[in-house]
């Protein structure tokens, strides 16, 4: 497979994101505690605004899929003993609690004022997630052919994430 390149919009985005996690390290009391260089700083910022992000992602897509579960089991009239809906109302609560983290902590990292918009909105990777388990399910063909496909295009590098980080299906 051939490399994909990055379009000018992704490379707009990613210079708008860097220049965000540049301007956050002006903030006061926030410097590394160890040290390093401002190029590395600034990357680590990126990243850890990044990682947040991924964070309020799942919890948020998890809250879809408990609502998608719930609703599952309605359709067939079927429910869970008491025990087992207070433990999974118990989940739920945990899940919504992590949302609400990653949401305190972006608006430290991107400023009250924009914590709602720098927090991607998760249907998109909410349907993503469904579509590759759609798609590949328990198939591990499909699965590796997924991810040779995603490991072909090109990285931010931002996370070193290669082959040998996957489990071979």
């Given at each position: 497979?051939k490399?994909?390149?990055?379009?000018?919009?992704?490379?707009?985005?990613?210079?708008?994101?860097?220049?965000?996690?540049?301007?956050?390290?002006?903030?006061?009391?926030?410097?590394?505690?160890?040290?390093?260089?401002?190029?590395?700083?600034?990357?680590?910022?990126?990243?850890?605004?990044?990682?947040?992000?991924?964070?309020?992602?799942?919890?948020?897509?998890?809250?879809?899929?408990?609502?998608?579960?719930?609703?599952?089991?309605?359709?067939?009239?079927?429910?869970?003993?008491?025990?087992?809906?207070?433990?999974?109302?118990?989940?739920?609560?945990?899940?919504?609690?992590?949302?609400?983290?990653?949401?305190?902590?972006g608006s430290?990292?991107?400023?009250?004022?924009?914590?709602?918009?720098?927090?991607?909105?998760?249907?998109?990777?909410?349907?993503?997630?469904?579509?590759?388990?759609?798609?590949?399910?328990?198939?591990?063909?499909?699965?590796?052919?997924?991810?040779?496909?995603?490991?072909?295009?090109?990285?931010?590098?931002?996370?070193?994430?290669?082959?040998?980080?996957?489990?071979?299906?």
């Amino acid at each position: 497979m051939k490399d994909i390149p990055m379009s000018e919009e992704d490379r707009r985005q990613d210079e708008l994101n860097r220049e965000r996690a540049r301007a956050f390290q002006n903030i006061e009391g926030f410097r590394p505690v160890l040290p390093c260089s401002e190029k590395e700083a600034v990357e680590r910022t990126f990243r850890l605004m990044t990682e947040n992000n991924l964070a309020f992602i799942l919890c948020d897509a998890a809250q879809s899929f408990f609502v998608d579960c719930e609703r599952g089991l309605g359709f067939f009239g079927k429910g869970v003993s008491r025990s087992d809906k207070m433990k999974f109302n118990q989940l739920k609560r945990v899940v919504k609690q992590g949302n609400q983290l990653t949401k305190e902590l972006g608006s430290i990292l991107y400023g009250l004022e924009e914590a709602d918009s720098a927090l991607h909105d998760s249907d998109y990777y909410y349907n993503l997630i469904k579509l590759i388990e759609d798609r590949c399910g328990d198939n591990a063909q499909k699965s590796n052919l997924l991810l040779e496909f995603l490991l072909q295009m090109p990285s931010s590098g931002l996370f070193d994430v290669d082959i040998s980080d996957f489990q071979r299906l």
